[in-house]
């Protein structure tokens, strides 16, 4: 008998869909509420590009001396290098005024849109640097990067509330 093939699923294309919030306080961020997600911020419109924002996992080896083979287990967890960038305004009146360097918070992102129901990652996070990209004779609007020391082990795959 034949496995039984993994189900098809809907796909898509996450620009223009996925949604970003900046959320400045959180009661508990395993579980956010409603109320706390539409107090932040949806950061979408100005964003250009986001980089990162996944796990990574380590192997411990566990060698043993009945064979050459070297099996492992899983080991610690950690963050990859996390960013997003965004558009600049030349009075400064932009992400610089919600997210200054050193700014502790949230990042949600919601890969299928805030849709009740849909899964979202909730990531407790702080702000590590903002840098200015706008060189001259650069064929790109002015953008700032924002690059972020993830504290805590994420929230993964939560279940966006109504």
């Known amino acids: 008998m034949a496995a039984t093939p993994i189900a098809s699923v809907e ?3 996450p620009t223009g869909v996925a949604e970003w919030l900046w959320v400045p306080t959180m009661a508990d961020y395993t579980s956010p509420s409603r109320l706390e997600l539409d107090a ?18 380590e192997d411990i080896a566990t060698p043993d001396g009945e064979t050459r083979f070297e099996g492992s287990i899983p080991g610690k967890i950690t963050a990859e290098e996390s960013s997003f960038t965004m558009y600049a305004d030349p ?15 949230y990042v949600v992102r919601m890969p299928g849109g805030d849709v009740a129901g849909r899964l979202m990652d909730v990531y407790p996070v702080r702000v590590k640097t903002v840098s200015k990209l706008m060189n001259v004779g650069e064929e790109e609007a002015g953008r700032l990067q924002f690059q972020f020391s993830i504290s805590r082990e994420p929230a993964e795959d939560l279940v966006i509330p109504a």
């Open 11 to 13: 796909r898509y294309w």
């Open 40 to 57: 932040g911020t949806a950061l979408r419109r100005e964003m250009n590009s986001s980089e990162g924002w996944n796990t990574t996992g």
């Open 91 to 105: 009075t400064g009146q932009d992400a610089r005024q919600l997210m200054p360097r050193g700014t502790a918070g």
